[in-house]
């Protein structure tokens, strides 16, 4: 929406929650792996405005042009999304997702570059609400040159990590002696983690639209140095990745995507879907994450049985290993290595132009060091209103109504592994949640 020079879009989700044990699940996921990944149904409100101004539009694409991009991200901290009268005083967050300008055209054609906070990532999966191979939407500046995509993107690293009653320093964060009080403790030291991307789009097939698209980064983490000799408080660091997807456009409204994901040393993310920068694991004796690494795939399918209905389905798998070797270099409650795996099938159903049923079933997996492995089955059954009466799974608003049944193993149950578990605290193997939701983009 919006004027000449002026767009809006909009995106938000917005309801309510209930579970059989009376406490509120609103927002609390049935997932073992976090986020979406294995159904998104139990998401909590979120609402996300972007405001886009054109300072300079040329009548057509290879004109020169400026604009200027404005997101938002506001979600809620506790309950619910309105303030004040519904959520008991507490607070929602309101912060940018991006905030960035780009110019284009202005030396090269199909050239531009861009500076700011922006959402750097392309391949995603609605079902799961995942983005994936390459999402390192964050900080910096990048260059655009038709399939080419180029950028420095900086993250700032990082909370302290706590492992039972011990205080360690994740990737990039140390503590080290604090100057001012010497007989006090520590004081914090934070390090900037710069990250090259790139990624190629090869195009083929004529009409049929495939794809194979290549991505790498490099991560560089500066030694942390202190105090009037600058003694090295924790070692300098890398890592790297490389990936690649390849789309095939299978004709009548069918695809697939495919992608693999391997990086190493402090690029080592993607347990539960995870970012490459979150790093995983503890590091080696000598403090850095040498030796660790991580695998990522991903399948993504989706088919149209003519005006009957659309199918869409998610598989995923992660692997990852941490970088320590030496005996008594991690602290107790570590592990080696983890994986984690979904498999997740959406079916909407073109009842009527204005009512899309759909049922989502998906099987999930997590598996860390020696442990078992903990399982959870979910199915969802989402009766839907669509006013606009589109026979596409893309049409908004919805309004929905929301049941859903997750059915966990022992050890999922017994260690709590998903928001709802801990929420609800049952001691039960299957967990039942009823909502009903809003949601629309424009």
Known sequence: ????????????????????????????????????????????????????????????????????????????????????????????????????????????????????????????APIGDYFYLDDLSGQGGGIK??????????????????????????????????????????????????????????????????????????????????????EERAPGDIGGVIGAKLHLGLGQGNWSDTAVRFGTGIANGAMGGGKTYATWGAPNDEGTYAGSFAVEAVEHVGFRIGDVAALEGLATFHYAKAAYEAEGAAVPTSVENAMDFSVQANAAIFAHKNFHPVVEASFQGLKAGEGELATAVKVSVVPTLVPTGELSTGARPHFKLIYTAAFYNDVAKNAQLSGYLQRTGSGSNVGHYIGARTDWYF
């Open 1 to 124: 929406m919006g004027s000449e020079n002026f767009e809006w879009h909009w995106y938000s989700r917005l309801g309510m929650a209930w579970s059989v044990y009376g406490q509120s699940v609103q927002g609390a996921s049935m997932n073992l792996l976090g986020f979406g990944i294995g159904g998104r149904y139990e998401e909590g409100d979120y609402s996300e405005p972007s405001f886009v101004a054109h300072v300079v539009k040329g009548a057509t694409p290879n004109d020169f042009f400026v604009k200027s991009e404005m997101t938002f991200a506001i979600w809620p901290t506790h309950g619910s999304f309105m303030q004040p009268s519904s959520n008991g005083g507490d607070t929602i967050e309101v912060e940018f997702n991006q905030a960035y300008i780009e110019a284009g055209n202005f030396l090269v054609p199909g050239l531009s570059v861009w500076g700011g906070a922006r959402f750097f990532r392309e391949q995603y």
């Open 145 to 230: 040159y038709e399939n080419l995509n180029l950028a420095i993107i900086g993250h700032t690293c990082c909370k302290p990590r706590y492992d039972g009653a011990v205080q360690t320093a994740a990737p990039g964060y140390v503590f080290a002696a604090d100057p001012a009080n010497p007989d006090t403790g520590t004081a914090e030291v934070r390090r900037n983690r710069t990250i090259f991307a790139g990624n190629y789009k090869f195009e083929f097939g004529g009409e049929a639209k495939h794809h194979v698209k290549v991505h790498g980064e490099f991560h560089h983490l500066p030694a942390a140095k202190q105090g009037p000799d600058l």
